[in-house]
């Protein structure tokens, strides 16, 4: 595993201006994963978005009656997976019930049963089940995070909250620095990859199975795996898994 530093497109990652990295990359005497760790444990304290830090909160005190005797997480949610990752999936934001519950992303939702069942049979996880941080998950080969890690009202977060938080998932990158392959779900996702790889211009399309190389990587759409899509079919099981076989593919 390279050590953390080894960032292999430094020219297309230039960092915002005034922005103080949130991870020092330069110090090298710890790994990936303890970097990892670091940016996790600043990640869980911000609250730079005062709208979602009060959704967040709120969501986690009234719970859903099925959760009721659930300690909801409540926090911003860090990304998971291996630190060796080769693929790297990118969501939209925690949801209120799933993630911003258990505290890890895309865990005990209908959008993680689907998207982790897909990435277990296409070789990517061990498990097919996301219930919660303790369930025995690991994932080979591939992280899983999301560009915005709060929980917003209605799915939708604003564009000031949208770019308060990029710069976790710019530094959560930095270190990923076996990446090769991004999945956008959705195109918030899409139009979030493409602020952080590119800029390409013009500006690729979103669409299933759509594929552009940007920034060193190359970035594939697909729909997010929310029961929007999932029950009116616009999505199913053999369209996701189609996406994550061609991850394969790509990342060899
Ligand atoms: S959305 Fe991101 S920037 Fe905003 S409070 Fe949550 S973690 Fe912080």
């Known amino acids: 595993m390279a050590a953390v530093g080894t960032d292999r497109r430094p020219a297309a990652r230039g960092l915002p201006r005034g922005y103080r990295r949130l991870v020092d990359l330069s110090g090298r005497e710890d790994g990936r994963e303890a970097a990892l760790e670091r940016l996790e444990a600043e990640l869980i304290g911000c609250r730079r978005c005062p709208r979602l830090v009060a959704w967040r909160e709120e969501v986690a005190q009234h719970k859903r009656a099925a959760f009721r005797d659930w300690d909801y997480w409540g926090r911003p949610v860090p990304g998971f997976g291996d630190p060796g990752a080769r693929l790297l999936v990118l969501g939209l934001a925690p949801a209120a019930h799933g993630a911003n519950r258990t505290g890890r992303i895309f865990t005990g939702d209908r959008s993680g049963d689907w998207l982790f069942a897909s990435m277990y049979r296409c070789g990517w996880a061990n498990q097919a089940e996301s219930t919660h941080r303790g369930d025995g998950l690991r994932l080979d080969g591939a992280f899983v995070t999301a560009s915005v890690r709060c929980a917003p009202p209605q799915n939708k977060p604003t564009p000031v909250e949208r770019d308060n938080c990029r710069p976790w998932l710019r530094t959560e990158v930095d270190l990923l620095v076996d990446v090769s392959v991004v999945v956008a779900l959705g195109t918030f996702a899409w139009d979030g990859a493409l602020a952080l790889f590119g800029p390409v211009r013009p500006k690729p399309r979103f669409g299933h199975g759509a594929e552009v190389a940007v920034g060193g990587i190359t970035l594939l759409g697909c ?17 996701l898994d189609d996406v994550f076989t061609r991850a394969r593919e790509l990342t060899g």
């Open 223 to 239: 729909y997010h795996p929310s029961q929007q899509n999932t029950f009116t079919r616009r999505l199913t099981e053999s369209m």
